[in-house]
Nanobody, 118 residues
Framework: VQLQASGGGLVQAGGSLRLSCAAS????????VGWYRQAPGRQRELVAS???????SSVDSVKGRFTISRDNAKNTVYLQMNSLKPEDTAVYYC?????????????WGQGTQVTVSS
């Protein structure tokens, strides 16, 4: 199984980025996916998730700004990030299968850096 995350970069506050997580060896529509992030000196946190049934969820700090979605034909999950803030700066990882809030799944993408300048 391989998860390939991409789409990070440097953006000014208020800007947007779209992260992608493409998979081989695992079918996202049957497993669900989570997006995590980890900032320097902080614990990794689950930012958003989508279940195999397409139910989405996100943490309060990104609600209304981040949207997780899935393209079953491409076996790819996206994280659209709008109105970015400096506190969103972190390495973002996709993870599967989605098992819930407490336990990450077995497989991780390599991480993509998101840096938001003020």
């Amino acid at each position: 199984v391989q998860l390939q995350a991409s789409g990070g970069g440097l953006v000014q506050a208020g800007g947007s980025l779209r992260l992608s997580c493409a998979a081989s060896g695992i079918i996202f529509s049957r497993n669900g996916v989570g997006w995590y992030r980890q900032a320097p000196g902080r614990q990794r946190e689950l930012v958003a998730s989508i279940t195999r049934d397409g139910v989405t969820s996100s943490v309060d700090s990104v609600k209304g700004r981040f949207t997780i979605s899935r393209d079953n034909a491409k076996n790819t999950v996206y994280l659209q990030m709008n109105s970015l803030k400096p506190e969103d700066t972190a390495v973002y990882y996709c993870n599967a299968p989605y098992l819930g809030l407490a336990t990450p799944g077995r497989y991780w993408g390599q991480g993509t850096q998101v840096t938001v300048s003020s």
